[in-house]
């Protein structure tokens, strides 16, 4: 990896499943961090990457909009990939966005 590379941005909307923060960034976000940790030791991308996290509770405690928001704000933040929503109903609600964006969402969406 060559030094002042910038690093590739990865997305993850945090639908408020877990209030704390710290609750995340102990659970999926080590997880997370670590896979992205261990392909930048192994060569398997040339620098490294770094996880942006934007929350915004979602349905069904929270609203539609505020996942919107937060997935909105991830691509503006200039992430190449947004990991989540999770749940359905939020999953639905940034469909249009990602496709008009082209910007690649992973979701689960059962029907």
């Known amino acids: 990896m060559s ?9 993850f909307l945090h639908e408020g499943l ?6 995340f960034d102990e659970g999926i976000g080590k997880v997370i961090r670590f896979r992205f940790d ?3 030791a192994a060569g398997e991308v040339d620098r490294p990457i770094e996880l942006v996290v934007r929350s915004g509770r979602g349905l069904p405690q929270g609203t539609a909009k505020a996942v919107t928001d937060a997935w909105t704000a991830l691509a503006d933040d200039g992430v190449l990939l947004v990991i989540g929503p999770g749940i359905t109903d939020n999953c639905m609600a940034v469909v249009t966005l ?8 992973a979701v689960s969406v059962y029907r």
């Open 3 to 11: 030094d002042g590379v910038e690093p590739f941005k990865v997305g």
């Open 98 to 105: 990602f496709e008009l964006a082209t910007l690649s969402t």
């Open 18 to 23: 877990m209030p704390d923060p710290a609750a």
């Open 38 to 40: 261990e392909a930048e």
